[in-house]
């Protein structure tokens, strides 16, 4: 039996972690820690509440007393840190906390997995932290050993926090891995995020902005794939390595929202172009060749299935959507904030 200790449970890629790891390994025990930022969901979680290896503690990451005594009183044997500030756009308008939380947060928890001893670290990250590829070359990609090079202020929190990791592990020998993963699609997405805004503006008719002409380009991976990576380097990965994880779906945005619209049968005339995000990166496209090779991972969703799969979700789970889009989740929140 180990212990687990999840942060950011309450997100959209931590909850979803935690339904798949909770019930595939009953003999572990998971706990999750989440300081329910406007990102963060109880309801995510709410039907874990019942099984026996799952318990929640409501707090940050960046409060180092309180984060002390979780280590001193659960002995965790892993760490698995989603916790974050993850908009760029929010990152834009206020990047302090997003050195707060994606930096400071995870010092913080690597000072106490230093202190108390672990087996293992997990830091999860972002394929952000290499910048951008050029439109016009498809034969590029991000490698593990690409140099970092980011462009907004939450690409430049997480590769910080990557660079701490790998000092943590050289200087302190800490044991600890990293992935960086492209970006995610699936149920549980706060609509903020394109796909999540897109179904939520279709349903109900209205214009689905679009950044500049809509030709970024991202390497789009389902959540589920993403956290059997996640959990794959954790139990099996080599410590002190970056493992990169991606879809192999590349996609402009443009081209995710006409599809979601056709599967929704909405028009095309909902898109209106909006002016772009500045600093706005063009093209993300990763090579997992080594989790593929080390650890045998491979994908179990095809972004064309994933896709209609999780619009079908969104679409039986509007009530969901609706309680964030309403600001009652909240009300929820606060009962385990008590
Ligand atoms: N979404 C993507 O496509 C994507 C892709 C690659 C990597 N990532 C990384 O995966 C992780 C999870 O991303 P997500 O999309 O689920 O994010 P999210 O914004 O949906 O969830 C973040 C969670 O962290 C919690 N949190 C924030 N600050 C906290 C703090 N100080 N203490 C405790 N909890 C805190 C929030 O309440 C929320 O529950 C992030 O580290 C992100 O950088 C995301």
Request: net charge negative.
């Amino acid at each position: 039996m180990s212990k687990f200790l999840i942060t950011g449970g309450c997100g959209f890629i931590g909850s979803n972690y935690l339904h798949y790891v909770v019930n595939k390994y009953p003999k572990d025990d998971f706990v999750c820690i989440d300081s329910l930022t406007y990102a963060g969901n109880y309801n995510n979680i709410k039907d874990l509440e019942e099984k026996e290896n799952f318990h929640f503690v409501y707090g940050d990451i960046t409060n180092r007393e309180l984060i002390e005594q979780l280590f001193d009183k659960e002995k965790f044997d892993y760490v698995i840190n989603f916790a974050a500030e993850s908009h760029v756009d929010n990152s834009i308008k206020n990047p302090f906390v997003f050195a707060d939380t994606n930096i400071k947060g995870t010092l913080t928890l690597m000072d106490m997995a230093k202190k108390y001893g672990i087996k293992r670290f997990h830091q999860v990250s972002t394929d952000e932290v290499y910048g951008d590829l050029p439109l016009d070359r498809p034969d590029l990609k991000f490698h593990e050993d690409t140099p970092l090079h980011t462009s907004s202020p939450y690409s430049s929190s997480k590769a910080s926090a990557d660079l701490f990791v790998m000092a943590y592990h050289r200087t302190f020998g800490l044991p600890v891995t990293i992935s960086r993963c492209s970006n995610n699609y699936g149920a549980y997405q706060f609509p903020e995020k394109l796909i999540p805004v897109v179904i939520s503006k279709a349903l109900k008719n209205e214009p689905i902005p679009v950044y500049g002409k809509g030709e970024n380009v991202r390497d789009w991976i389902h959540v589920n794939d993403h956290n059997i990576g996640v959990d794959l380097i954790v139990r099996n990965g080599k410590d002190g390595e970056i493992y990169n994880l991606g879809g192999h779906s590349e996609r402009t945005n443009l081209e995710v929202v006409k599809t979601i619209l056709r599967q929704m049968n909405k028009p095309e005339s909902l898109i209106t172009y909006v002016t772009d995000r500045p600093g706005h990166d063009l093209r993300y496209a990763i090579d997992s060749s080594k989790v593929e090779k080390e650890l045998n991972w491979h994908l179990t969703h095809n972004f064309e299935d994933g896709i209609k799969e999780t619009v079908d979700w969104y679409l039986h789970n509007q009530e969901w959507i609706n309680n964030i889009l309403s600001g009652e989740y909240q009300k929820d929140n606060d009962q385990v904030r008590k």
